[in-house]
């Protein structure tokens, strides 16, 4: 009897090690385009290389289509907490306010024994449930000297605000109770305009002059008229406070000094040239996509310290690391910025995935995945069971090297605000290959129809080609498919 009692004793501790839960960093952006990550290559991967994101990406998989279900801030967000798409967790838009009282992935994590956070950008105007501690900007925020909403008490930061975000996401893991897994959201306000650099990276690419992308100056013929009637253009909409001619912050004196120091005499020089048409487009351009590319230098920089706490502090092989955002941007491609449209810019978004042990270092992956998966994908990591009115699927299986035989071959995508910088509501379908828009208001009443692979900057709808009957046909089936499945009604 008593060598079975020791028997039992001794393989006791081998159950428990193996029952161990991962810990789960999700760290969130907002607005961060695919190519102002060098992982995923282009011309500015070298100008702006981003070496601690790149890290993730080297220790673990990359995804090359991540697709969003509806690009802008406040949606996406809810799509990530709840699993459903916007008509079902009831943020359609960024105006309205989140349903905290819903079923969301923290909630279920903290149910299973995790312990739950979330610091930085929360954007979604109700109070934070399901976590055990929030640390959050009251809207936008800005982008120094926040004001987080801690654990509903107003509280003071002096600093710039992506550092600030990863202090206190730092201070909370430091001080967590160790005998439970946890799931931290760290979210940055960052590189969602308006584009406020760091004083240590106001003269980061100063004497560079970045690329411009081939469709700066974008006439948007060939499509419908949806695209032409936009409010979102580099040369006439990103106006004087996205340029720096007008500041967000509530500087300090001493910061000021220094912020509008480096602007103000710029912009007098800009002044005294009087620029007009292409040439002010170019210089606005210029302005644009170097404070962007600041405000992403910090976002890395920071993404950096996350993960050498976790190796100082011997996290990193029990911790699962997961960077996204909440959807892509236009860095002057159709001479735009901002999101809100299916075309692809914005409808991509980056995903890596680092998770020791599991994931096949430097591995890629070029299925279809989705924002919508995200929760689930929360869930199967944690080994906690996925509700079944959850519409995205996990991510586990991609992540250990095997995709399987049903993954979707197709995203479905639905755009809410209409009017917002001039774009209305739209809802389509792709397959990676071809893509199909439906425009439902009644003064537009269109499509647009794209081939990716011969037309992939998407310049000429093919709506309406004889040579594309087949698959518009086999598109618009496959549309009214989803809409059934994933119970849109609109």
């Known amino acids: 009897m008593k060598q079975l009692l020791l028997i039992a004793l001794l393989f006791a501790p081998v159950v428990h090690a193996e029952a161990k839960k991962p810990n789960?960093?999700?760290?969130?952006?907002?607005?961060?385009?695919?190519?102002?990550?060098?992982?995923?290559?282009?011309?500015?991967?070298?100008?702006?290389?981003?070496?601690?994101?790149?890290?993730?990406?080297?220790?673990?998989?990359?995804?090359?289509?991540?697709?969003?279900?509806?690009?802008?801030?406040?949606?996406?967000?809810?799509?990530?907490?709840?699993?459903?798409?916007?008509h079902?967790?009831?943020?359609?838009?960024?105006?309205?306010?989140?349903?905290?009282?819903?079923?969301?992935?923290?909630?279920?994590?903290?149910?299973?024994?995790?312990?739950?956070?979330?610091?930085?950008?929360?954007?979604?105007?109700?109070?934070?449930?399901?976590?055990?501690?929030?640390?959050?900007?009251?809207?936008?925020?800005?982008y120094y000297n926040p004001m987080l909403i801690t654990n509903g008490r107003s509280v003071n930061h002096t600093g710039y605000t992506t550092d600030i975000i990863t202090d206190q996401a730092l201070k909370w893991l430091k001080q967590r109770d160790t005998k439970n897994p946890f799931f931290l959201m760290c979210q940055h306000k960052a590189p969602h305009g308006r584009w406020e650099?760091?004083?240590?990276?106001?003269?980061?690419?100063?004497?560079?002059?970045?690329?411009?992308?081939?469709?700066?100056?974008?006439?948007?013929?060939?499509?419908?008229?949806?695209?032409?009637?936009h409010k979102m253009g580099i040369a006439e909409d990103i106006g004087p406070s996205r340029l720096m001619f007008r500041y967000s912050s509530k500087f300090t004196p001493e910061q000021f000094k220094i912020f509008d120091g480096h602007f103000r005499p710029r912009?007098?020089?800009?002044?005294?040239?009087?620029?007009?048409?292409?040439?002010?487009?170019?210089?606005?351009?210029?302005?644009?996509?170097?404070?962007?590319?600041?405000?992403?230098?910090?976002?890395?920089?920071?993404?950096?310290?996350?993960?050498?706490?976790?190796?100082?502090?011997?996290?990193?092989?029990?911790?699962?690391?997961?960077?996204?955002?909440?959807?892509g941007f236009w860095l002057g491609e159709h001479g735009w910025f901002d999101k809100r449209w299916m075309y692809e810019e914005s409808l991509h978004t980056p995903l890596l995935v680092r998770w020791p042990g599991v994931t096949k270092p430097g591995s890629t992956s070029d299925a279809l995945v989705s924002n919508l998966d995200f929760a689930e994908t929360f869930l199967d990591i944690a080994r906690t069971e996925t509700p079944k009115d959850m519409q995205g699927r996990s991510l586990k299986p991609l992540l250990s090297g095997k995709t399987p035989a049903d993954w979707r071959k197709t995203h479905y995508y639905h755009y809410y605000e209409a009017g917002g910088h001039g774009v209305p509501i739209h809802y389509g379908v792709t397959d990676g290959h071809f893509k199909l828009?439906?425009?439902?208001?009644?003064?537009l009443n269109t499509w647009e129809f794209f081939d990716l692979k011969t037309d992939p900057m998407e310049m000429k709808s093919r709506y309406g080609d004889s040579e594309y009957t087949q698959p518009i046909t086999k598109l618009k089936k496959e549309l009214d498919r989803l809409r059934k499945q994933y119970k849109v009604k609109e």
């Open 24 to 86: 789960i960093l999700f760290i969130f952006t907002d607005d961060h385009a695919l190519k102002s990550l060098s992982a995923y290559g282009g011309p500015l991967a070298k100008i702006a290389p981003t070496p601690h994101l790149d890290r993730i990406a080297k220790e673990g998989m990359l995804f090359e289509h991540c697709l969003v279900s509806n690009s802008i801030c406040a949606p996406s967000r809810a799509v990530v907490l709840t699993g459903k798409y916007s």
């Open 197 to 229: 650099p760091a004083l240590r990276h106001l003269n980061t690419f100063e004497e560079i002059k970045i690329p411009e992308p081939p469709t700066l100056f974008d006439y948007y013929s060939g499509r419908s008229a949806a695209s032409a009637n």
């Open 267 to 327: 912009n007098e020089a800009f002044e005294k040239l009087n620029l007009q048409g292409r040439d002010r487009t170019r210089w606005n351009y210029q302005r644009y996509i170097k404070n962007y590319l600041r405000c992403v230098k910090a976002v890395d920089e920071n993404v950096g310290r996350m993960l050498k706490f976790l190796d100082d502090s011997g996290l990193a092989k029990h911790t699962v690391v997961i960077y996204s955002s909440d959807q």
């Open 88 to 142: 079902l967790n009831g943020q359609l838009t960024n105006k309205g306010s989140f349903d905290g009282s819903q079923q969301t992935a923290p909630k279920l994590l903290r149910k299973a024994g995790y312990q739950t956070a979330i610091v930085g950008k929360w954007h979604l105007k109700s109070t934070p449930t399901g976590f055990d501690h929030f640390e959050v900007l009251k809207g936008q925020g800005q």
């Open 437 to 443: 828009i439906r425009f439902p208001d009644e003064k």
